[in-house]
Structure formats: structure tokens, C-alpha cells
């Protein structure tokens, strides 16, 4: 594994699929809108509820950009050259603008997410086809918002006010719904205030915030009655949420993964991104107690020198991962383990690069994500002394992904032959083929009959590719364990 796909501002390019939540009736007036997603799985979270929102305007989702009345791109701003980006994807747009304005056809243009939180009203200025700016705590007003800029004013809408955004979004969520596709995510914690010297989420996304447990459980309830049945809870320090219960009590992740797991139908819960502090006991026990939590961890840990994490500002030692690392793999014997890594922070030397590819060594992850430090405006590291050249952060990332690569293909490897759970989500490339996911987040292809999709099912692994794992249905094969997911080697 080379990079996070999530984080490719670059390559992340998809329109969100034609919302399904809408009463046929309030489609009579259709107009169409086009969202392209950069980013991390929030930012995909955050288009289809943009789309949600539009619904009930007429709005219906197109994969076309030609044929949209609204254009919006929800932008990451992780890591460098994003509102670069940005503003040549603009460029792309005012022409297919122009080209519908010449046939009489209305195209408006809106920036969503990090970049539009970061450069505000910088972005009608330099891309006057801009009609509005949304922050990422904003567009749940989107509505309003575009019937402003259809009055011809610019709109400019960064304020940070979280609460509200989630407020909307659970009285959305009472709505009915017809159908969705078998895996979700749900935001359940938003911002940060950990401030790691690296990241502009804090600055970005704005402080921590959780939503409350209620909000959560009903959103939960309408994914699951709409046919979804694994649900990624996301957050950008998801482990660090205490979300409000209506007794007044704050319930940390464990407990509200706990609560989720009582939902019928939801047979499988996942949570990213999670930070090694915030890793309690508590949750650690859910994985080992609960069926419906898959074997899957993604706990980044970014280096392996006790001096650099110093610097980074991420307040916990090598030694501390390690050991928590232990008190997980003593709860979970099996699970499979994600991180990320950034090489070239400020400062680091040979020897702390040495560290970080001793971490990884020792630990053997299942993935792992791996990044080139980006010198982000406004942030501590990007101003600090010893900036490491990028031609050496290049020599250590191919060295670190070359031995998580290794340490990936063992880890696929170990899967040959045995008989797993594997949630069948849409069809594959071929014939005949579905593609689903096994409990280890690996994707699965199998033969199997499209009446299958959404359904969990007993797959034999029966051969392991460079990306993915090729599996046969394990017809009548009831002999799971407790944890639901694996069972004895098949022959
Ligand atoms: N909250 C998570 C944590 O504490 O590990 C990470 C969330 S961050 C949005 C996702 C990942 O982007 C980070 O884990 C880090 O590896 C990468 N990242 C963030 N800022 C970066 C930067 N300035 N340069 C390179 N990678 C960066
Ligand atoms: Fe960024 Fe994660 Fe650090 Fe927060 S904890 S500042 S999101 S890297």
C-alpha cells in the first residue's frame, strides 16, 4: 500500500451517487447537481448529506458535470497544493460554464470543505465564476445559502458552528428513506484540539465536538431500516468522542459502540480515525466483546522516534504504542492493524527514520498509509528549523512503503484458505463477480448472484492478488467462532 486513498486530493474524484432518500413527488421540478469529493471519508459523508439537503429543493445528483445546474466541490486541505488545485479545477469549470450559458442553460459553482474554510473569500476573488463559499460547518444551509447567490450576492459562509450543522442533520435524518447501499459512514465527532505541529484539522474543522448519542442512534436506526448494514462511525479523533446521553451522562466510543451494536440489522461497525491516547479500556474490551466490531484498527502513530513525536506534539513515546498495541492484540488476538506515517518532519535524521522503520518491524501492521511531511501554512512545523529535503523524504517513503507493503502481502497471505465473513456490497468488473469486504477491511471478489449484494456471507479465500482477495461461497458452512469472523482453516 502506497498512500491513503482517502487523503489523494488528486485522485479522489466521484460524484455521490443519485440521492435515494427523495419522495418521488418532490422530483417534479428536477435540477441536477454534480459534487466532486477530495479527501478523507468525512468529506464523502459530507457530499451525500449536501446532496440530501438539496433533495427536497429538486436538486437530484448527477455524475455529469455538463448536465448540472449546480457544480460543488466539497476540497481537502490536508496536505500541500490543494487550493491549487482547486482554483485549475475552476479554471476547468468557468469553460463548461461558458459553454452552458451559451445554450441558455444556468451553472452554478459552489466550494465546499477545508480549502473554502481556508481561503474564504480569497476565492471569489481569484475564481469570480464562484457563486459560494461553505465551510465544512456550514452546508446545511446550502439551501438558503443558493438562493442568496442566485440573487446575484457572493456568499462567503465559514462560521463554525458545528452544533447546529449536526442539529439539522438529525431532523433530516427522521425523513424516510428507500434504499442505500449496504456500507455508510456516520460522523459522530468532529475538529480536533489536539494540535499536532503537522495538521491544519484544527484550524480547518474547528474544535472538538461530538454529537450526541441520541442523534447517533437514530441516524443508525434510518440507515439500517434503509438497507445498510456496516456502518463506519467517523471522526477525525473518532475515539476521543464523549457524545451527550439523554440521562445527561457522556458516553465515550466504546459505550456508544456497544449501544450501536443492539440495532437490528446493522451486522458490522467500524470507526476511523482513532489516536493512540485516546485508546481506552473500554473500548478496547468492545472489540474483544463485541461480534458486530470488526477486527480492524487504524491507529496512527506517524513516527517511531520518541524526538520527533515530541515535536509533533503527539504526547505519547514509542513505548507507549507499543504497549498499547499489546493490551489490543491481548483483547483482539487476530485483528488487523492500519497506521500512518509521515516521513521528513522537521528535524528527522537518519536515525529517527531508523526508529520509525524499527516501530513498523515490530509491530507488522495489516495497511498502512504513508505520507511526505507537507509544510502546511499556519502551522508550527512549517516554520520550524531543519526542514528535511524532499528528495530524501522521497529515498525514506519508498523504504517504508516497500516494507509496509511486504508486511501487507504476509498479512493477506495468512488469509489463504480460511473462511470468513465478507459483506457483499455491489458488483465487480465482470460478470457474474461481486466485490465485498472481509472483517480486515480487504476487498473480497467472488462469484456469486446479484441477489446476494447486501448480505453477509461464509467465503472461503481461495487466492490472494496485489489489491484484493479472490474468494468461493462457502455454502452451509456454519461453523463461525464467537467473534463471527473467521473460522478453522478450510482444508
Ligand atoms: N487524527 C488522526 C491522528 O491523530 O493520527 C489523523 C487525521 S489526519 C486528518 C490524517 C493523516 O494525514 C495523518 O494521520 C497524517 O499522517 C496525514 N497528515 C496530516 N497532516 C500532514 C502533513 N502536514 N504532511 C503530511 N501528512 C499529513
Ligand atoms: Fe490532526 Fe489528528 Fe493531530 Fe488532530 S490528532 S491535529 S486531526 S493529526
Known amino acids: 500500500m502506497t498512500s491513503r486513498p482517502d487523503l489523494e486530493a488528486e485522485t479522489t474524484t466521484s460524484a455521490v451517487p443519485a440521492s435515494e432518500n427523495t419522495a418521488p413527488e418532490e422530483l417534479t421540478n428536477t435540477r441536477k447537481v454534480f459534487v466532486r469529493t477530495y479527501g478523507c471519508q468525512m468529506n464523502v459523508y459530507d457530499s451525500e448529506r449536501m446532496t440530501d439537503v438539496l433533495a427536497p429543493e429538486g436538486f437530484k445528483a448527477t455524475d455529469d458535470m455538463e448536465d448540472a445546474d449546480l457544480v460543488i466541490l466539497n476540497t481537502c486541505h490536508i496536505r500541500e497544493k490543494a487550493a491549487e488545485k482547486v482554483y485549475s479545477e475552476l479554471g476547468r469549470i468557468r469553460k463548461v460554464k461558458e459553454a452552458r450559458s451559451k445554450s441558455g442553460k444556468e451553472m452554478m459553482v459552489g466550494v465546499a470543505g477545508c480549502v473554502a474554510q481556508a481561503e474564504g473569500e480569497e476565492i471569489s ?23 442568496k447567490a442566485r440573487q446575484g450576492s457572493k456568499i462567503v459562509e465559514t462560521e463554525f458552528d458545528i452544533d447546529a450543522k449536526f442539529n439539522h442533520l438529525s431532523a433530516n435524518a427522521e425523513k424516510p428513506v428507500l434504499k442505500r447501499p449496504p456500507s455508510a459512514f456516520l460522523t459522530v465527532q468532529e475538529g480536533c484540539d489536539k494540535f499536532c505541529t503537522f495538521c491544519v484539522v484544527p484550524y480547518t474543522r474547528g474544535a472538538e465536538v461530538s454529537r450526541s448519542v441520541a442523534q447517533i442512534v437514530t441516524e443508525a436506526e434510518r440507515m ?22 439523554q440521562d445527561g451522562t457522556t458516553w465515550g466510543l466504546g459505550k456508544l459502540l456497544r449501544r450501536l451494536s443492539e440495532i437490528d440489522g446493522l451486522d458490522r461497525l467500524r470507526y476511523t480515525t482513532s489516536h493512540p491516547r485516546d485508546m481506552d479500556d473500554d473500548l478496547i474490551d468492545a472489540h474483544r466483546d463485541l461480534k458486530t466490531l470488526m477486527p480492524y484498527l487504524h ?51 537518519d536515525q529517527d527514520f531508523e526508529d520509525t522503520m524499527d516501530l513498523i518491524r515490530r509491530v507488522e501492521y495489516g495497511s498502512a498509509f504513508s505520507f511526505k511531511y507537507s509544510q502546511r501554512p ?65 476487498p473480497v471478489q467472488l462469484d456469486a448472484p446479484e441477489s446476494l449484494i447486501g448480505s453477509v456471507q461464509a467465503v472461503e479465500i481461495v487466492e490472494i492478488g496485489p489489491n484484493s482477495l479472490f474468494g468461493r461461497l462457502n455454502a452451509g458452512q456454519d461453523e463461525r467462532d464467537d467473534a463471527g469472523a473467521i473460522q478453522a482453516k478450510a482444508g
Open 224 to 245: 439500517a431500516s434503509a438497507g445498510v448494514r456496516e456502518v463506519t462511525l467517523l471522526g477525525q479523533n473518532v475515539n476521543a468522542f464523549h457524545g451527550e446521553a
Open 378 to 442: 499556519g502551522t508550527p512545523g512549517a516554520t520550524m528549523d531543519d526542514q528535511v529535503p524532499e528528495d530524501l523524504k522521497s529515498e525514506r517513503l519508498a523504504q517504508l512503503q516497500a516494507l509496509v507493503s511486504e508486511q501487507q502481502k504476509a498479512f493477506n497471505a495468512s488469509r489463504l484458505g480460511m473462511t470468513c465473513d465478507v459483506l457483499l456490497e455491489k458488483k465487480g468488473r465482470n460478470p457474474g463477480q461481486l466485490v465485498g469486504k472481509s472483517p480486515w477491511l480487504q
Open 125 to 147: 476573488r481569484r475564481a469570480p465564476i464562484v457563486d459560494l463559499v461553505v465551510g465544512p460547518q456550514s452546508y446545511h444551509q446550502l439551501p438558503e445559502l443558493l438562493s
Open 299 to 349: 491507529l496512527p502513530v506517524q513516527s517511531g522516534s520518541d524526538k520527533i513525536l515530541k515535536s509533533m506534539n503527539r504526547r505519547h513515546t514509542r513505548d507507549d504504542y507499543f504497549r498499547l498495541i499489546d493490551r489490543i492484540r491481548e483483547a483482539t488476538p487476530d485483528i488487523a492493524l492500519s497506521g500512518d506515517f509521515i516521513v521528513g518532519f522537521p528535524g528527522e535524521t
